[in-house]
């Protein structure tokens, strides 16, 4: 008989992506996976330890889809949707929690599984804490296939092979500097001279105007397809990770870097100065010190990766154990 499996799902790109990461690789004929979208009014901000085991915080059309029959299994995706799953638990003791990323330590005695990063090990550590390398995430041999027919013919004429360079931004209050963003392309440019090629360039958000042309400046020249933030064209980014033969990712984002070193291509990230976070740093030591990535320097520029990177098949493999 299946077991019935809520997922609770809030409005991060980030969690969700994660969230169904994993749900795809568990085993639907043991699992019936229920999507429970959750909106949020400005109550959400408020402390877990205030919100406690209630649904303040949801909107009320989101409070009527957290009814009973109450499933066998919760996994909740961020620490916005611990107090949902928390009231779950409290309406229906028999109910396990599964918890992705480090919940805080309110409630988090409560979750049956907590599956939490790696760079995390510097949280409060219980015995339902299982540890992972990097983040679950969709970046499969599925995906990439689908990815790279659909895109390989839009960049056939570009020169082979391809870098792809994969740029964040500006994170916790720290810009993206001018300074890193020129280093950051002086390196790519160093390596695609050296191995040929073209690159697919793809900025965010967080990158800044000014950091972007930055960028473009150095790498001018270049054989190059783009997708610059503001783009109004069809995102090639799966398609970037698909067909690049050599991926440049900066260190700013766990989902960014965990995406490409799931692509079992040889990664590099870009640390920068003055920069990344000390979780960040942990995040990217993580990924060097597992053989996933390399560091962003010459000498490093012939790495090759000990193995492809996705933390959503050990998190589904934990899951299903309960």
Known sequence: ???????????????????????????????????????????????????????????????????????????????????????????????????????????????????????????????????????????????????????????????????????????????????????????????VEKSGGSLLITTSRRTGTKAEAVIMKVLQGIPAHTFLWGAKDENPYLGYLACADKIIVTGDSVSMCSEACGSGKPVFIFTGRHWLTRKHIRFVASLFKNGYAAALKERLFNFKPKGTLNAAVDAAKMIEEL
């Open 1 to 191: 008989m299946k077991k019935t499996l809520w997922v609770l799902l809030d409005s991060r790109t980030g969690s969700v992506g994660q969230a169904r990461g994993v749900i795809k690789q568990l085993n639907t004929e043991k699992f019936e996976i229920v999507e429970k979208k959750l909106d949020y009014t400005k109550f959400s901000g408020l402390p877990n330890f205030v919100r406690g085991k209630t649904l303040i915080g949801l909107t009320p059309e989101s409070k009527k889809s957290i009814i009973q029959p109450w499933p066998d299994l919760v996994l909740s995706t961020s620490r916005r949707t611990v107090p949902v799953a928390r009231y779950i638990k409290k309406q229906s003791f028999k109910t396990k929690l599964i918890q992705l990323m480090y919940p805080g330590r309110t409630g988090l005695r409560e979750f049956t599984l907590a599956i939490v990063p790696e760079h995390d090990k510097n949280k409060k550590y219980y015995p339902n804490i299982r540890y992972i390398v990097g983040s679950p995430h969709r970046t499969t041999p599925e995906t990439l296939a689908e990815a790279q027919e659909k895109w390989a013919p839009v960049f056939q004429n570009l020169p082979k092979p391809y870098t792809a360079l994969i740029i964040g931004g500006a994170i916790k209050g720290k810009a993206f500097s001018l300074e890193n963003a020129k280093n950051l392309a002086r390196s790519a440019r160093q390596l």
